[in-house]
């Protein structure tokens, strides 16, 4: 192989992994509502890396706390609002979160 081959390759490939993460680092919106018996999925998901926005509904008659530890966010929400809550770059596992107003409303964002 040529010196100049090579180097092409090289960048072929670097070329070919700023792709393959570009694709990964995707956007994703996730509705996700509060009803009064608890989240609504009570599991959604993502894929690893992703730029994830999760749209919180609050369909209940109170106000209710999106919170996650894990993700380590917390967002006070009014009923009939919607708050977009914003979380990236996760490495893959299960997140928890819950209604902190609310303790038996929990649901996970399960990454992979
Ligand atoms: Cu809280």
């Known amino acids: 192989m040529t010196m100049r081959t090579r180097t092409a390759l090289a960048i072929a490939f670097a070329l070919f992994l700023g792709a393959a993460r570009g694709m990964a680092a995707e956007d994703r919106t996730i509705p996700l ?7 609504a999925p009570a599991e959604v998901e993502a894929p690893t890396g992703a730029r994830v926005r999760l749209e919180v509904t609050n369909r209940t008659a109170a106000a209710i706390e999106f919170e996650s530890f894990e993700l ?6 009014q009923p009939g609002q919607t708050a977009a809550v914003y979380v990236s770059g996760l490495d893959p596992g299960r997140y928890e979160f819950f209604d902190d107003f ?10 992979r």
């Open 33 to 39: 509502a509060v009803e009064e018996a608890g989240f």
């Open 72 to 77: 380590n966010r917390e967002r006070v929400i």
């Open 102 to 111: 609310h303790h038996q409303r929990r649901g996970a964002l399960l990454v």
